[in-house]
């Protein structure tokens, strides 16, 4: 009993501690999450199908009051009566027909509450991709502060070098001309991390943007890509929503095919006539007569169900073959990073090797200038590369609902 008490207590923290370090934090997520717009107006959209629900549970008809008042006149006596009626009527819903409704207004309630989470789903998204586009260009920023730093000591050097007479001035030339574009894509990045960070901001105030984030090592997809996209395809909200649809539709025709046997209406009366000298009690029945109306809605009920099946199949095609890309793309990015992060590494080998050559006068310093640009591009390169990777794997993690949680209700009372 203890044993199972501390696994129950250690649950949080084993899910804490498992949190992916380079995202922000679960709690500022599901707080973002449920304050964004897209969220409120999916609540708003589950109290309008509680509404709904009530509505249809109700039924369409009430009680009516009738009242009436008269005066005869009876001429051969010369003499006038008051005359009064007062009735209570209310049509009656035929059987089946409110099994009907209530299934209608349960459908609308789970169809609701599956938009939520849609939304849910989709602001993750959102959020994901403006977490790493300020990622990206914080990145860039973090690399050419650190090239700038470099080329700013390579420039002392060449400075050194010059004023030994151990170069020429043209040396120092390029060498200045190369800092300055540095510092120049330095200030326009830095430019790039402020929209960014600001767009990131504003659309999800809750998210604290840390000083920096060190981006983790992309990790390899496991696992084949038909059980990714059976997973994705099993939590998947808009297909949920585009079947519960469906299943609305199909119940609303059965609903409109049952209003062809039209509801009678039931009422009873009192009338007072003759200054109360007759008293009448009564029961009275009325049955509209169906018409063309009837059949004309309940053919158009037919039609919309067929028209939400094909709307369903469209969106499971759409679906199935964004879950397949999406599973191609974090496989291939992946792989496009491993090799990008070689040919770095490569390129910083040979930078290091052209300029310890330069240091010591055999090689051309035009050489370095172009080895480092290289590396210096090489290296953007691998870092976008990386987190890009890890975005894309966060992606299908988000799509198979493995990232964060996606499923809370916050309308589960109704």
Not at 246 to 272: C, I, M, N, Y
Not at 283 to 290: A, E, F, N, V
Not at 341 to 349: G, I, L, S, T
Request: glycine share 6%; charged share 25%; aromatic share 4%.
């Amino acid at each position: 009993m203890m044993a199972r008490l501390l696994v129950l207590l250690l649950c949080p923290f084993a899910a804490l501690a498992a949190a992916p370090p380079d995202l922000p934090p679960a709690a500022q997520v599901e707080r973002a999450l449920h304050a964004h717009p897209l969220v409120r107006a999916a609540d708003a959209g589950v109290e309008v199908e509680a509404a709904n629900r009530d509505r249809l549970a109700a039924g369409p008809h009430e009680f009516a009051l009738r009242l009436a008042s008269q005066q005869r006149r009876d001429r051969s006596l010369d003499h006038s009566y008051r005359e009064h009626e007062i009735g209570v009527e209310r049509a009656l819903r035929l059987p089946g027909k409110a099994a009907t409704d209530a299934a209608l207004g349960a459908a609308g309630i789970e169809q609701a509450r599956l938009a939520r989470g849609d939304a849910l789903h989709e602001s993750a998204r959102l959020l994901l991709g403006r977490w790493y586009e300020w990622q990206r260009e914080a990145a860039a920023a973090r690399e050419w502060v650190a090239q700038v730093a470099t080329l700013q000591r390579q420039h002392e050097v060449v400075g050194k070098r010059v004023g030994a007479g151990d170069a020429a001035k043209l040396e120092e030339l390029l060498s200045g001309a190369q800092l300055a574009q540095a510092r120049a894509q330095l200030e326009q990045v830095e430019g790039k991390v402020e929209r960014a960070a600001m767009e990131l901001t504003q659309a999800f105030p809750d998210i604290a943007l840390p000083a920096a984030v060190v981006a983790s090592e992309p990790q390899p997809i496991a696992g084949s890509p038909e059980t990714w996209r059976e997973r994705i395809l099993a939590h998947n909200h808009e297909l949920a929503v585009a079947r519960v649809a469906s299943r609305r539709a199909h119940l609303a025709a059965q609903r409109a095919d049952a209003e062809r046997l039209p509801d009678p209406t039931l009422g009873v009366k009192f009338a007072s006539d003759r200054d109360g000298q007759e008293r009448v009690f009564g029961l009275q029945l009325s049955i509209p007569l169906p018409g063309a109306a009837r059949a004309a809605s309940a053919r158009a009920g037919q039609s919309e169900a067929a028209a939400a099946g094909a709307r369903e199949a469209l969106v499971l095609a759409r679906v199935e073959a964004e879950a397949r890309r999406t599973v191609s793309l974090a496989q291939g990015a992946h792989r496009h990073w491993q090799r990008l992060n070689d040919v770095a590494a490569r390129m910083a080998d040979n930078d290091r090797l052209l300029e310890k050559a330069w240091r010591l006068g055999e090689g051309q310093f035009t050489e370095l200038q172009t080895a480092r640009r290289q590396a210096i591009e090489a290296r953007l390169a691998a870092v976008q590369a990386q987190l890009e990777a890890n975005e894309a794997r966060y992606r299908l993690l988000l799509d198979a609902h493995e990232l964060w949680p996606l499923n809370g209700d916050a309308a589960e009372r109704h």
